[in-house]
C-alpha cells in the first residue's frame, strides 16, 4: 500500500502548486511538511520556468488548522529536540515565503489559523474564499501569536492586530479581506478555475507580478459587508492601552454587550501569553522582519520551558476539557521580570538568519 504524502508539489507549466495534505489533521503543519516545502521553494525560486507559486489546502474544510501543535506537546513531555527543531524551521519557513520574489498565491478557504496564517499571510496574494475562518488563537494554548505575528499583527489598521492577538477572534470571509489578512476574495466554486487560468496567462508574459494582478483581479469578487467594521470604533477605544489591566478595565467600564463578550473571553486566556503578546506587539512594530522571528524563537523557547502550553495544548487537544488551570493564574501575578525573561536571547542556539 503506498502512502499518502503529507504535502504535495505540482507543476502546471509555468505555475508551481504546493497542497498541503493531512485533511483529516485540517492540513496541520507538521516537520516533515516544513522540511519538505523549504528545499521546494528555493528551488522554485531559482528556476526561471517558474512564475508563481500557488498554495492550498487539501478538502473542503480547512487551508491549515496551525502548526502540528500536539506533537510538539509529546516533545516537550519526552524531552526531544522537535521542541526546538519545530519552531526554528517553521519560522525559517515563513521568511523564506516573506522574501519570495515572485508572485505567491494563497488560496485560504476554510480554517486557516496560527502555523496557517504563517504560509500565507507573508505572500504577495491571500484570495479567501467562502468559507475563510481566520485567525491567530494561541492564547487559548499558552503560546503566543507566532509565525511572524510580531510583524504583521502591529501592521494591521488601528488596533486590530492587538485585538486578533489576544481574543484569538475568528475572522470570516469578508473580516479577512477588512482587516487585510486577505487580499482578496474569489468565490470557492471559482478557486480551481483562477488556478487554471494563472498557469494559462503566465505563459504568455515576463511580468509575472503583473499578470497575477491582472488575473486574480478578474476574479475578485466582492464579499458584503464586513461585521467587524461596526466594531472597528469599540476595537480602537477599548484596545487603545498597550497594558492588558487597561484593557480589561476599558471593556468593564464600557459594559455594552461586545465588551462583555471580549472580557470573557480574555478571562479564560492564558495571563502569561496576553501579557507577552503585548510587549511581542510593542517591539516587533519596531523591528524588521528578521528580526522578529528571532524575537520569536525566543518567545517559542521560554513557552516550551513554561507551564500554560502543556496545560493549553491539555485543555483543548489532549482531554478537550476546555478547562485550563494557567499557572500564574492572575494577569498581577505575572511580574514584568517573568515577562522581560521570554525575551531574552539564546546565545548561540538563537534562530539568525546569514
Ligand atoms: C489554538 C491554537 C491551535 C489550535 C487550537 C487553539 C493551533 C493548532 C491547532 C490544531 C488543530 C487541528 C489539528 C492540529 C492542531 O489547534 O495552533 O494538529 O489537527 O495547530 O485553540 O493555537
Redesign the pocket.
Known amino acids: 500500500m503506498s502512502e499518502e504524502p503529507e504535502i504535495l508539489f505540482e507543476r502546471k507549466g509555468p505555475l508551481a502548486l504546493v497542497t498541503l495534505n493531512?485533511p483529516k489533521?485540517?492540513n496541520?503543519?507538521t516537520l516533515g511538511m516544513i522540511r519538505a516545502m523549504q528545499p521546494q521553494m528555493a528551488a522554485w525560486a531559482s528556476d526561471e520556468t517558474v512564475k508563481a507559486v500557488v498554495v492550498r489546502g487539501a478538502g473542503e474544510k480547512a487551508f491549515c488548522?496551525?502548526?502540528?501543535?500536539?506533537?510538539v506537546w509529546q516533545a516537550g513531555k519526552d524531552g526531544d529536540r522537535l521542541t526546538r527543531d519545530f519552531f526554528y524551521e517553521e519560522y525559517r519557513l515563513n521568511r523564506t515565503i516573506h522574501v519570495f520574489p515572485k508572485p505567491y498565491v494563497a488560496l485560504i478557504d476554510g480554517i486557516v489559523?496560527?502555523?496557517g496564517i504563517g504560509v500565507s499571510v507573508h505572500g504577495s496574494h491571500r484570495i479567501a474564499g467562502d468559507r475563510t475562518l481566520a485567525a491567530?488563537?494561541?492564547t487559548?494554548?499558552g503560546?503566543f501569536p507566532d509565525v511572524g505575528g510580531s510583524w504583521f499583527l502591529p501592521r494591521l489598521p488601528g488596533r486590530i492586530g492587538l485585538w486578533m492577538a489576544l481574543t484569538?477572534a475568528r475572522l470570516k470571509t469578508a473580516d479577512s479581506v477588512y482587516t487585510g489578512v486577505a487580499s482578496e476574495y474569489v468565490p470557492s466554486v471559482q478557486h480551481e478555475d483562477l488556478v487554471e487560468a494563472l498557469a494559462s496567462d503566465l505563459v504568455k508574459t515576463d511580468d509575472a507580478r503583473g499578470a497575477v494582478d491582472a488575473t486574480v483581479a478578474e476574479f475578485d469578487g466582492d464579499p458584503g459587508p464586513a461585521p467587524l467594521a461596526e466594531h472597528r470604533e469599540e476595537i480602537d477605544r477599548l484596545f487603545a492601552s498597550d497594558r492588558i489591566a487597561d484593557i480589561l478595565a476599558a471593556l468593564e467600564a464600557d459594559g455594552g454587550d461586545w465588551a462583555k463578550a471580549q472580557l470573557e473571553i480574555l478571562n479564560g486566556r492564558s495571563p502569561t501569553s496576553m501579557k507577552v503578546t503585548a510587549e511581542q506587539l510593542i517591539r516587533g512594530k519596531d523591528l524588521d522582519f528578521d528580526s522578529c522571528m528571532t524575537m520569536e524563537y525566543r518567545l517559542s523557547q521560554a513557552a516550551m520551558a513554561g507551564h500554560d502550553f502543556y496545560e493549553?495544548i491539555r485543555a483543548?487537544?489532549v482531554d478537550k476539557d476546555h478547562a485550563p488551570k494557567w499557572q500564574p493564574a492572575t494577569l498581577a501575578e505575572v511580574t514584568d521580570e517573568m515577562v522581560e525573561s521570554w525575551f531574552r536571547p539564546l546565545g548561540e542556539r538563537d534562530l539568525t538568519f546569514g
Open positions: 493531512r489533521a485540517l496541520a503543519l488548522a496551525g502548526g502540528d501543535v500536539r506533537a489559523m496560527g502555523g491567530m488563537p494561541e487559548a494554548i503560546l484569538g493549553g483543548v487537544l
